[in-house]
């Protein structure tokens, strides 16, 4: 199986001046996961090489089995470090495709046009597609076939604004 991750480009946290990107545990958990079972994974972002890290999920108290993996992994951090360009991905070439979360995408996988055509052809071709935490703002220009929003009469979970305010970061 070949799944497609799509990591935030963004590395600003609006104009705070405080650094973000893609959340390392929402990254590695499902990539081990996969990987371990034997899927081939291609790691994209919208302006392609280095994916940033969400510091904020790469401190100690944050590590986790698999964010410690990651640590280790030199051909993941070679992954990382060198990302495809998101323009240059076709949907075909795939048979799912996740994003992870962290507040990166909500700058620029919300209204990458790139990104939204990739999820609307995924949908098209009834792919399995997937999104953790902050990720589903990718989905803010999303049409399904019938031309309505894909997430029209859906469930969708994501993180909330409220739980933004209990992590202080809403002013």
């Known amino acids: 199986m070949k799944i497609l991750f799509v990591l935030t480009s963004h590395d600003q946290l609006g104009d705070t001046g405080k650094k973000t990107g893609f959340w ?5 958990a499902p990539y081990y996961a996969l990987l371990d079972k034997g899927a ?6 919208p302006k392609g090489g280095q994916a940033p890290i969400d510091p904020s999920s790469d401190t100690e108290d944050a590590q986790t089995k698999d964010t410690k993996r990651f640590k280790e992994d030199k051909e993941a951090q070679e992954i990382i470090a060198n990302t495809k360009v998101l323009a ?4 075909n070439d795939f048979d799912a495709v996740f994003y992870p ?6 700058w620029d996988l919300a209204n990458d046009l790139t ?3 990739l999820i609307e052809t995924f949908n098209e071709q009834e792919k399995p597609i997937a ?3 902050h990720a589903p703002a990718a989905l803010k220009r999303v049409s399904g076939t019938d031309g309505n929003p894909l997430v029209k009469g859906k469930k969708v979970t994501g993180f909330t ?7 202080q970061l809403t002013e």
Do not use: M, Q, R, W
């Open 161 to 167: 604004n409220s739980e933004e305010e209990a992590v």
């Open 88 to 91: 240059d991905v076709n949907a």
């Open 115 to 117: 990104s939204v055509k």
């Open 101 to 106: 979360g962290g507040h990166g995408p909500l």
């Open 40 to 45: 081939e994974i291609t790691v994209a972002t």
């Open 24 to 28: 390392v545990e929402e990254f590695a």
């Open 131 to 133: 999104f953790v935490c």
